[in-house]
């Protein structure tokens, strides 16, 4: 059953994620970035003065019912440092070769702008009921915005998908391969143990998955970057041909290096791209759910965190990831996933201190991910669903990870991650494309200091940007 299962989503994954889809999510990017002067170029140093420059602004603490910007932004960053950061990045190597890499830094470049434009909309469009509650994400600018219900029910159902696949499964799945692999535990056993704990978190409400997420990814990410830096120092002269080989496989097919296959240039760019965006979120509309939870002035103001986290998880901890693998050596051993990246630490440090770094590292960053997912998977359900009805079948997010916690074909069920991407991100983009003029309208606002949109007005007026002045405007 689970052979015909993996062979089915095999195919449903090369068709999905073919060029033409690539084609789309590479011009919505690109036109978002064009549109906006290269403003991730241009306003870098402003952007991270704003974002994290002042991390430890606590003026959203006085809102009970909402997170402050950096707890949604750490919640969002739950979502994105995770597995992608490091199985991820490993099957993009081992299936698409160093090439992948390139095209996950490219479409991270464009990135940086799409994810800026859907928080921005997210937090601009959200929803504030009569209890002080926030709900918003893509399904809400589509609804309010466009006025296409059919498109944010598929919106809805794509993240829910997500949440099961990338999210439950995926996450649960690679620690559960992980303390296999390092100290022979049953993977059931380590993902039931990571559900309960999902559990206990996740239902307590945005507000603790908050705090949460708050305390557990600056210091995971931070430790993980750490411990990867020191073996980049000691492979420092091999990173000149690290970089060469990301360039040149991105244009010409990689040769078979040992158990490494080989890839061919298609390949690179599917896999750089797929797990570039599964990674850090960009265009698949999941961010807006949980930043629009953000007690901000300022719909755009959000928008730059968004700008901030592709650059914080793509650009430097995939490229961490990507570097320490390349340079290792490893990726000729044959092994592919969580068990290539504990080769890599393995050629540093010892075998006992590698197992347990990554272990400990895979498990804080996948636990976090999946926690800060259940917010997504709550939004597209009750949007779907209604609330009463999401009290009864919450539970199910928390079962995908152990019951394929036995699965070994990890290439396979990696083909899981690019369908999940698609169908969350293909409504996405077009609502995105279509609100682009929206999106230009409220960054004007902003950076001009006019502050018509406000937060504070638009969540108690409701009167939003409306789309022919925002194209006649911009």
Request: hydrophobic share 50%; proline share 3%.
């Amino acid at each position: 059953m689970y052979d015909v299962f993996l062979t089915l989503i095999t195919r449903i994954s090369d068709l999905v994620m073919g060029t033409p889809t690539m084609i789309f999510i590479a011009s919505v990017s690109v036109y978002l970035t064009v549109r906006s002067r290269f403003f991730q170029v241009t306003s870098f140093g402003y952007i991270m003065r704003n974002t994290f420059g002042r991390m430890f602004d606590r003026s959203g603490d006085q809102d009970k019912e909402r997170m402050t910007p950096f707890q949604a932004t750490s919640t969002s960053l739950a979502g994105t440092v995770g597995m992608g950061n490091m199985a991820g990045v490993a099957t993009a190597l081992t299936i698409g070769g160093p090439g992948a890499i390139f095209w996950m830094w490219v479409l991270a470049f464009f990135g940086m702008m799409t994810k800026a434009a859907e928080v921005t909309l997210g937090v601009h469009y959200r929803e504030v009921d009569d209890h002080g509650h926030v709900h918003g994400g893509p399904m809400y600018y589509i609804n309010k915005a466009l006025g296409w219900k059919s498109l944010a029910i598929l919106f809805s159902i794509g993240v829910t998908i997500n949440c099961f696949f990338s999210s439950s499964l995926l996450q649960a799945h690679t620690v559960g391969r992980a303390f296999n692999a390092s100290y022979g535990l049953n993977p059931y056993l380590v993902t039931g143990a990571m559900a309960i704990v999902t559990a206990v978190v996740a239902i307590g409400g945005v507000r603790r998955i908050g705090r949460f997420c708050e305390k557990l990814v600056p210091f995971m990410t931070v430790i993980y970057m750490l411990g990867g830096l020191i073996i980049l120092f000691a492979n420092a002269s091999q990173l000149p041909a690290v970089l060469g080989q990301i360039v040149g496989y991105a244009m010409a097919p990689a040769p078979a290096i040992g158990g490494f296959a080989g890839a061919a240039v298609l390949s690179a760019m599917q896999m750089g791209m797929a797990r570039g965006m599964l990674s850090n979120e960009a265009g698949l509309g999941t961010a807006p759910m949980v930043h629009s939870n953000a007690e901000t002035t300022h719909p755009f103001r959000q928008g730059l965190w968004g700008a901030a986290e592709v650059f914080i998880d793509t650009t430097v901890v995939c490229t961490i990831t990507a570097f320490i693998i390349l340079s290792s050596g490893v990726i000729a051993n044959g092994t592919t996933g969580i068990e290539l990246l504990i080769d890599a630490f393995a050629s540093y440090y010892s075998p006992d201190i590698a197992n347990a770094f990554i272990s400990v590292a895979i498990l804080t960053f996948c636990l976090s991910t999946q926690i800060g997912f259940f917010v997504y998977f709550e939004t597209a359900v009750v949007s779907l669903i209604g609330e009463n009805a999401f009290r009864y079948v919450k539970w199910i997010y928390f079962l995908p990870g152990v019951v394929f916690a036995g699965i070994t074909n990890v290439e396979q069920l990696w083909a899981l991650a690019n369908i999940s991407v698609v169908a969350s991100a293909l409504p996405n983009l077009v609502a995105l494309l279509l609100l682009s003029g929206v999106f230009m309208t409220l960054m004007k606002d902003y950076l001009s200091g006019e502050n018509k949109y406000a937060t504070a007005i638009t969540d108690r007026s409701k009167q939003y940007v409306q789309m022919a002045n925002a194209n006649k405007e911009v």
